[in-house]
């Protein structure tokens, strides 16, 4: 079921505390708050979609040296003796101690 948000409508017309329920689609929409019993309107709240630029995607493309450094990314990694070696890009090959 979607989670739809709410929000009171305060005598003067300006929107006051927001709220979500959890509702089936087919459920009228509610016209009151269901605790104190001020009128409300359903807030339309738009999708996310996963595009090219979603978290999910971003973080797969973290995680390909060779995407990083198309990107023009330089990619290090912590070595066992405390330094950061490079793994793609340009850039110098270590830094640190």
């Not at 929107?15 to 459920?27: I, N, P, S, Y």
């Given at each position: 079921m979607p989670t739809y948000v709410y929000e009171?409508?305060?005598?003067?017309?300006?929107?006051?505390?927001?709220?979500?329920?959890?509702?089936?689609?087919?459920?009228?929409?509610?016209?009151?708050h269901p605790e104190t019993g001020e009128p409300v309107r359903r807030v339309f709240m738009p999708t996310w979609i996963a595009g090219r630029l979603a978290p999910m995607r971003t973080d797969r493309n973290l995680q390909d040296d060779q995407k990083l450094a198309r990107m023009g990314f330089t990619k290090y990694v912590k070595s066992s003796e405390g330094r950061y070696e490079k793994t793609t890009g340009e850039g110098p090959n270590l830094l640190g101690g």
């Open positions: 009171v409508i305060h005598p003067s017309g300006e929107a006051g505390e927001r709220f979500e329920l959890v509702q089936k689609m087919t459920d009228p929409p509610l016209t009151a």
